[in-house]
């Protein structure tokens, strides 16, 4: 008998997808969480089944991701966010709560929680690194269809 095998899904059709998105950077931000909408509706998620959050910064996505994760109609959660290295030590601490709390959120929830926080030396990488958005949005539509199969393994 063959091993059972889980492959890569990207059908949204019936996920419900949080993102919840950084104001600060918001140069950067916005347009990522545009690409990462447009990118979600073109795998199937609904409109209706995708829930919006804007924080101030990417120290506070943590908290809203995990909060966003607990609801039961969200599937899977995409953080996005941009830390641009600056002269003082703030980046690292910014860098490292928004990391930690990202992966915290989706080891207490037990759902994906896509860490789409761009962490650059300054502001030419982030803007290098906006397209990847849509990479966030086929990560969480894969990452939820693979719990849902985990889940429903004979």
Same mark, same amino acid.
């Not at 979600?40 to 089944?49: F, P």
């Not at 941009?82 to 928004?98: E, F, N, P, S």
């Not at 030419?124 to 889940?151: D, L, P």
């Given at each position: 008998?063959?091993?059972?095998?889980?492959?890569?899904?990207?059908?949204?059709?019936?996920?419900?997808?949080?993102?919840?998105?950084?104001?600060?950077?918001?140069?950067?931000?916005?347009q990522?969480?545009?690409?990462?909408l447009?990118?979600?509706?073109? $795998?199937?998620?609904?409109?209706?089944?995708?829930? !919006?959050? /804007?924080?101030?910064? +990417?120290? %506070?996505?943590?908290?809203? #991701?995990?909060?966003?994760?607990?609801?039961?109609?969200?599937?899977?959660?995409?953080?996005?966010g941009?830390?641009?290295?600056?002269?003082?030590?703030?980046?690292?601490?910014?860098?490292?709560?928004?990391?930690?709390?990202i992966?915290?959120?989706?080891?207490?929830?037990?759902?994906?929680?896509?860490?789409?926080v $761009?962490?650059?030396?300054?502001?030419?990488?982030? !803007?290098? /690194?906006?397209?990847? +958005?849509? %990479?966030?949005?086929?990560? #969480?539509?894969?990452?939820?269809?693979?719990?849902?199969?985990?889940?429903?393994?004979?």
């Open positions: 008998m063959p091993p059972r095998t889980i492959d890569r899904q990207l059908d949204g059709k019936g996920l419900g997808i949080g993102v919840v998105a950084a104001r600060f950077n918001g140069y950067i931000t916005d990522m969480l545009k690409i990462a447009k990118r979600l509706s073109e $795998l199937g998620v609904a409109d209706d089944d995708v829930v !919006v959050v /804007r924080t101030p910064g +990417a120290f %506070e996505l943590p908290l809203v #991701a995990r909060r966003l994760a607990d609801r039961g109609d969200i599937d899977a959660v995409i953080a996005i941009a830390v641009i290295r600056g002269d003082t030590d703030h980046y690292d601490h910014i860098a490292y709560a928004a990391s930690e709390g992966s915290r959120a989706g080891e207490i929830t037990g759902k994906p929680v896509i860490f789409g $761009l962490t650059t030396d300054n502001t030419e990488q982030a !803007v290098a /690194r906006i397209g990847h +958005a849509s %990479e966030y949005a086929e990560s #969480a539509v894969e990452m939820a269809n693979t719990a849902r199969q985990i889940h429903e393994l004979p």
